[in-house]
């Protein structure tokens, strides 16, 4: 039987306690989440003591898992227009930055709530609530993206994953040992990027459905692909046994990007994308926007099963 973990807690400056890690574990993985970003920052396949996440290190990138919310990618100009008025988002949006309201359900589940509040009317004048609810059964960490519409009138929103998994992750073993495989061959395009912005496509090298992993495939930003048919990629080492499937459905956009030479590769499905480098800037025209009526429900999932 899973044990359940209390939830973990520091001491302020003024001696009151607060939630800084939220702690999921059954019989073969253990994974923490802090309610900063609702951000996942550890995940460990027990069985054989290996560490899936990225540690953090911000010498190359000190985040490990940022959910982009309510836009994927950067706008031009960090603006957007909506309603013939312009509104300021860094790249990714702000989500990952806010503090979530945190629940743990059982020893094996939680759920973190974001909703919206002065500042992020500012910047997005939509009222949402974002839930993030995190699972794990047996082998499989889930992560299941909720978002309600509370308000009125439509809300224009765009979501996606960005979790950084550890490459290498087993002892004696390189970065070049390791290997993206989708579970569909298939000519893929990856959409080059211009400051950020989606520019032109170019053919993604690939050996059948196999990419092998190498740092310079991202020493230019990351790699872009648009609705391909894989809704799988495992992430596989020439020298171990041992790795992960990621499987993700109805994301029709994907990313995947290193910081310069870091140990990690982030695998990313997004349901929206970076404007392109011709973006008329309106957010309704913006390319991949996921329309919600006033009081409706969306939902995605993406998954990990450790072997």
Not at 59 to 65: I, N
Request: net charge negative; aromatic share 14%; glycine share 6%.
């Amino acid at each position: 039987m899973a044990k359940f973990l209390p939830v973990q807690f520091a001491k302020s400056a003024g001696n009151k306690l607060f939630c800084v890690m939220i702690i999921l574990e059954n019989d073969h993985l253990l994974a923490r989440i802090a309610p900063k970003g609702a951000e996942l920052q550890s995940l460990v396949h027990k069985d054989y003591g290996i560490e899936h996440m990225w540690s953090g290190d911000a010498a190359y990138w000190g985040k490990f898992s940022p959910v982009l919310f309510p836009v994927v990618g950067g706008l031009k100009n960090d603006t957007y227009y909506y309603n013939d008025k312009p509104y300021h988002l860094p790249r990714h949006g702000f989500a990952r930055d806010k503090v979530f309201a945190a629940e743990q359900l059982s020893a094996t589940e939680a759920v973190f709530t974001l909703t919206q509040d002065e500042q992020t009317l500012a910047v997005y004048p939509f009222a949402f609530i974002l839930k993030l609810r995190y699972r794990l059964n047996e082998l499989i960490f889930s992560c299941t993206y909720e978002v309600y519409n509370p308000g009125n009138e439509r809300m224009l929103f765009s979501i996606g994953a960005h979790p950084a998994f550890a490459v290498p992750f087993a002892s004696d073993t390189n970065y070049t040992d390791y290997y993206l495989q989708f579970n569909v061959t298939e000519e893929l395009q990856q959409w080059k990027l211009e400051e950020g912005l989606i520019a032109s496509p170019a053919l993604l090298p690939m050996q059948g459905n196999v990419l092998p992993l190498q740092e310079s495939l991202f020493y230019e930003d990351a790699i872009v692909l648009k609705h391909m048919q894989s809704n799988q990629l495992t992430l596989g080492c020439s020298k171990s046994s041992h790795g992960l499937h990621f499987t993700f459905d109805a994301f029709p956009f994907f990313g995947i990007w290193a910081a310069k030479d870091a140990p990690f590769v982030c695998l990313e499905p997004w349901c929206g994308i970076a404007d392109s480098t011709t973006h008329d800037q309106q957010l309704i025209n913006k390319e991949g926007i996921n329309v919600l009526d006033a009081n409706a429900h969306w939902q995605r999932t993406w998954s990990v099963e450790c072997f």
